[in-house]
Nanobody, 124 residues
Framework: QVQLVESGGGLVQAGGSLRLSCAAS????????VGWFRQTPGKEREFVAA????????TYTDSVKGRFTISRDNDKNTVYLQMNNLKPEDTAVYYC?????????????????WGQGTQVTVSS
């Protein structure tokens, strides 16, 4: 019954910004950790950012630190990824996913439900 739906992707020039949203179903949303991952064709899925169940702990992969911010609004069952100073290397399909332990983990295998993804394309 868990469902995650990403939105907010699009085409943007290098240096621009986008805000991705992950809207989730489920009355236990506030107990989940939520992560953002991205994938380019032919590449392994890459961890981007994660937030724990209460929003008090966040973690990021090195390449996005200082540029991306993950946050959540448990009243809206939504997690956000604010992406600033985008680079062409950020081009990928971005997925949000649920971590049932509530933790902000970086390993894809810790996540059990995934959204369909939203395309982010950054032009140089």
């Amino acid at each position: 019954q868990v469902q995650l739906v990403e939105s907010g992707g699009g085409l943007v020039q290098a240096g621009g910004s986008l805000r991705l949203s992950c809207a989730a179903s489920g009355r236990t949303f506030s107990t989940w950790g939520v992560g953002w991952f991205r994938q380019t064709p032919g590449k392994e899925r890459e961890f981007v950012a994660a937030i724990n169940w209460g929003g008090g702990y966040t973690t990021y992969t090195d390449s996005v630190k200082g540029r991306f911010t993950i946050s959540r609004d448990n009243d809206k069952n939504t997690v956000y990824l604010q992406m600033n100073n985008l680079k062409p290397e950020d081009t990928a399909v971005y997925y949000c996913a649920r971590n049932p332990s509530g933790a902000a983990g970086w390993v894809p295998k810790d996540y059990d439900y995934w959204g369909q993804g939203t395309q982010v394309t950054v032009s140089s």
